[in-house]
Structure formats: structure tokens, C-alpha cells
């Protein structure tokens, strides 16, 4: 395992700091890392909210919260009592620049790290940004994070990315997209660029085509407002897919900076062939779940978890075919598909070599399938090449597709950090690598927008698909029409 570092002291203020996000990921994640001594004795964890709760409350809601999110085993009396006494509590209604800021004020140290978490509803960023700076609480080592989504569309992400910028520098701004943070993300950097096999290989003369699979079994979760005026494109596919998309496509670095590998992503995301108004009916399909079954489980349909009669235009599944135009890319699909009440869940990116150019065994000898190479993000994160072996035994010359597998449970027996873990040390290191820079977020939204557009503009609805299945058959035949298939037999 690599050695722990402590990070500099710091103060975190949590705005929102009784919400689920707090709850169910932050305060764990903080957890783990004073657990495994990451955090220097001083540093500090503020929660901020409109509650009347003391700093006792805080810390009673919070060892409550590690009793539901942190696995029993590694819940240990010494290690919450040593996390909990850094909690404190400032009551605060950061929406008002009249509330009382004194306490807060009172309570950070001048000259530590200040790291501001906003993890409220997005439309209150650019209020409470302006608000910490009319408190004369932004020092020269102040860092704000936003969770996504930033934004709605193009106009309204600029909006809140020129809000908070009056108050904060780009570098202090880190926009998480939590999947940057997964370790299976961060080994697509150290696969592509750290092993000189693959790279020779990333193109178009090898490389058939891209899968990127995102999916999910639970439905709204409790978020039907925000679900319903959002949908998988702008919730999941506008950040999470064409993050990994730009992974998998870019170019190498020319090092590991923030701003190197992100200007990398960004020139693929520019890349991107631009939807057309007609393309929306061949080139996307999108699906909303009606009532069926997950591991054997009825499970309702989206109107019933939306607790609604009327009819929902929203989609809950979306695929769709898109295009990196580059001289690396030229006539390489990249299939995205993802969406909610899917039979598992599962994400992960294939990579399907091309067939081979000629072969000398004869046609019966195998189930012919050409290479590829699937990396598995959740569960079960590894990577696996497939290549045809021979068949073992003396009856005759068979082949069959057999995995040159890596599972990272059993090859580095060792816990998976939660993505969190990674990026708030990140954010006190003031590393913002694997956080979205300004402009990639507006480009993601700027190749997004023309679909939800042509969506909007057509009179037919989303396709139903019964829950426990892998979406519309329309999905199907997105990919199948190309001669193509998904990749199913998730192992
Ligand atoms: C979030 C989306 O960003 O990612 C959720 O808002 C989704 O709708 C979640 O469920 C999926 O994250 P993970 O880490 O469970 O794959």
C-alpha cells in the first residue's frame, strides 16, 4: 500500500453540513482519512448549517451517520472519538449576508488552509461565494468545491462558473465529477500512459470501436424533483461518460500537471462531432423504466417513484453514438449508454480491437471474437484483455477468447478508497488534476445542449423499457445496425 502523507492543516467549512451529501459521503470520507492518519491533530472539520445543533449535536449526527456509511470493521471507538472532536458547528443561513458570519469568522485560523465544500443545492453557489467574500473570509489559501451540477445547460453553468469567479481564481475552484476520483479512473492515466504496449495501439488502424456503460440499478432515490427536471443526459452523461470518454481519448500529456492533462480533455471534448437536429432519431435512443423486476424484486416504474399520473418526458436511460473527429479517431464509434433500473449495476469501458486482416485457421475452429480490452470501474475493478488461445487437449486445433484478467481486490488485497477520500485531499493539497476546469465543463454542455434540443423539438417520447432490462431494444439496434454488439457477459 503507498505510504500516507499527512496533508497541511487545514479548516473545512461544510455548507449543507446536515444534508445527505455531508452524511452519507464527506463526513466518511474524512473519517478514513484522520483514521489512517492523513490529518494533522489540527486540522478541522466545520459544519455549517441553517439548524440549531452545537457542536455536540454535530457530532452525535455524525457518528451516527459513520455507523450507516462506514463499514463495522473499520469503525473503531479510538478512531470516531479522535474524528469527532474535530467537528464544530456554526449555525449559518450562508444564503444571507446579513446572517450571523461572526461565529464562523471567529473560528478559522488565519493563516490554514481554508477549504470552502458547498454541498448544497447548486443554485446557491454563487450566493454563498459572494457572501464568504462580503464576510472578508477568502485568504490567499481558500479553496471553494462545487459538486456538480454545474448548471443546467450552457448559459446557466456560465452563469454559476461566473458567480463564483468574482469571488475565487480558477485554481482555487474544484468542480468535482466524483468518477475522476474512482481508482479504476485514475488507472485508465497510469494503463494508457504508464505501459508502452497500449499506446501504440490506440487508434484507429487497431482499434474498432469504444463501449462506455454506466449502469445502475437503483431508480430516483429520494431526488425525484432534482431527477425529473434533469434526466441521465444532463445527470450522468454530460459529466461522468464524457469525462471517461476524454480518458480514453485524449492525447498524452506532456505531463502530469492539472492544467496538461486537462487541456488534453478538453481538446477532446472540442473534438466531438457536433449533433445535428436529425441525428437525435439515429444517433441517440433514450428510455424511461416502466414497473418490472430486479433480482427477482418487483420494482415500480418511474411515474409511480415520481409519485405522479401525468406523463414525464424524462428520460431515465439514454445511448448514443458519438464521433472524436481527430486523425487518432477517425471511423472509431464510441457507444455511451447508461441509465437507471438496469438488471446491474456495472460501469465500465470497452476497447474492441479490429478483426483480424486474415486468418489461417479454418472458419469452424473457433468462436471467433476479436480482442478487447474491458476495464471494469465497479464492482469488481480490474481490467482484462481477451485473446484467443488454444483450446487445451489432443482434439484438434480449436480456439476459443480466453481473459488476461487483473481484479484489484485479489491483486492488491487491500481496501478501495471511496472517491471522496481522493479528492478532498486533493482539494487541501490544492491538486485540482482530477476536478473539471471551467472550460471543459462549458464544453461538455456546449456538445450536450444540441440534444436536449432536438429531443425537445421532436413530438415522439422517450421509449419505455421495463425495469431489470437493459433499456429499449431501440438501444439494441443502435449499435447493431454497425454490425456491433454490447458487451454483456459482465464477469
Ligand atoms: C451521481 C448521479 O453523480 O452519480 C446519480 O447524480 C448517480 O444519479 C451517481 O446515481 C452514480 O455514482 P456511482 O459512484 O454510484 O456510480
Redesign the pocket.
Given at each position: 500500500m503507498a505510504k500516507i502523507i499527512p496533508v497541511a492543516t487545514f479548516d473545512c467549512v461544510v455548507f449543507g453540513a446536515t444534508g445527505d451529501l455531508t452524511l452519507r459521503k464527506l463526513l466518511p470520507a474524512l473519517y478514513y482519512r484522520c483514521r489512517d492518519r492523513q490529518l494533522t491533530p489540527e486540522s478541522r472539520i466545520i459544519g455549517a448549517a441553517r439548524s440549531e445543533l452545537g457542536d455536540d449535536g454535530f457530532r452525535r449526527r455524525a457518528a451516527e451517520a459513520l455507523k450507516d456509511h462506514v463499514a463495522p470493521a473499520d469503525l473503531d471507538p479510538a478512531s470516531v472519538d479522535r474524528f469527532c472532536a474535530r467537528l464544530h458547528y456554526v449555525r449559518l443561513d450562508a444564503t444571507q449576508p446579513d446572517a450571523d458570519w461572526d461565529g464562523l469568522r471567529r473560528l478559522l485560523h488565519p493563516d490554514r488552509v481554508r477549504v470552502f465544500y458547498l454541498a448544497t443545492s447548486p443554485d446557491l453557489y454563487g450566493p454563498i461565494c459572494r457572501n464568504i467574500s462580503l464576510a472578508e473570509l477568502v485568504t490567499a489559501e481558500s479553496r471553494v468545491v462545487l459538486e456538480?451540477?454545474i448548471g443546467h445547460d450552457l448559459p446557466s453553468a456560465r452563469a454559476v462558473n461566473d458567480h463564483v469567479g468574482e469571488v475565487f481564481q480558477e485554481p482555487q475552484i474544484f468542480r468535482i465529477?466524483?468518477?475522476l476520483g474512482?481508482e479504476t479512473v485514475q488507472n485508465l492515466l497510469a494503463l494508457r500512459f504508464a505501459n508502452s504496449i497500449f499506446e501504440r495501439l490506440w487508434n484507429t488502424d487497431v482499434i474498432d470501436h469504444v463501449q462506455i456503460t454506466?449502469a445502475?440499478t437503483?431508480g430516483l432515490?429520494g431526488?425525484a424533483g432534482?431527477?425529473d427536471r434533469?434526466g441521465?443526459l444532463r445527470?450522468?452523461v454530460q459529466?461522468?461518460l464524457l469525462q471517461l470518454l476524454c480518458l480514453i481519448a485524449m492525447e498524452p500529456p506532456v505531463s502530469l500537471e492539472a492544467d496538461r492533462v486537462r487541456d488534453e480533455k478538453l481538446k477532446v471534448l472540442r473534438a466531438l462531432r457536433p449533433f445535428e437536429p436529425h441525428d437525435a432519431a439515429t444517433l441517440t435512443v433514450r428510455g424511461q423504466y416502466t414497473q418490472g423486476a430486479i433480482d427477482g424484486k418487483p420494482v415500480p416504474g418511474y411515474l409511480a417513484d415520481l409519485g405522479t399520473d401525468e406523463p414525464s418526458t424524462t428520460e431515465t436511460f439514454v445511448a448514443l453514438k458519438a464521433e472524436v473527429r481527430t486523425w487518432r479517431w477517425a471511423n472509431v464509434p464510441f457507444y455511451l449508454r447508461t441509465g437507471?433500473r438496469l438488471p446491474k449495476?456495472v460501469?465500465e469501458i470497452v476497447v474492441q480491437f479490429r478483426a483480424l486482416p486474415f486468418s489461417i485457421f479454418p472458419e469452424d475452429s473457433a468462436e471467433w471474437q476479436p480482442n478487447r480490452l474491458i476495464i471494469r470501474?465497479?464492482p469488481e475493478e480490474g481490467i482484462r484483455l481477451d485473446v484467443m488461445t488454444k483450446d487445451p487437449g489432443p482434439g484438434g486445433l480449436r480456439l476459443s477468447p480466453t481473459g488476461l484478467d487483473i481484479r484489484f481486490a485479489t491483486a492488491f488485497n487491500t481496501r478501495f478508497p471511496d472517491?471522496y477520500e481522493r479528492l478532498l485531499m486533493d482539494t487541501v493539497r490544492g491538486n485540482p488534476t482530477l476536478f473539471m476546469r471551467r472550460d471543459e465543463v462549458e464544453a461538455a454542455w456546449a456538445w450536450v445542449e444540441p440534444i436536449l434540443e432536438a429531443w425537445a423539438g421532436r413530438p415522439d417520447h422517450p421509449r419505455s423499457y421495463p425495469a431489470g432490462t437493459w433499456g429499449p431494444t431501440a438501444s439494441i439496434a443502435l449499435i447493431e445496425r454497425d454490425g456491433r454488439t454490447w458487451h454483456e457477459d459482465v464477469v
Open positions: 456538480k451540477p465529477d466524483h468518477y474512482k454506466v445502475e437503483v432515490e431526488r432534482y431527477f434533469a441521465v445527470d450522468m459529466n461522468h437507471k449495476k460501469s470501474l465497479q472517491a
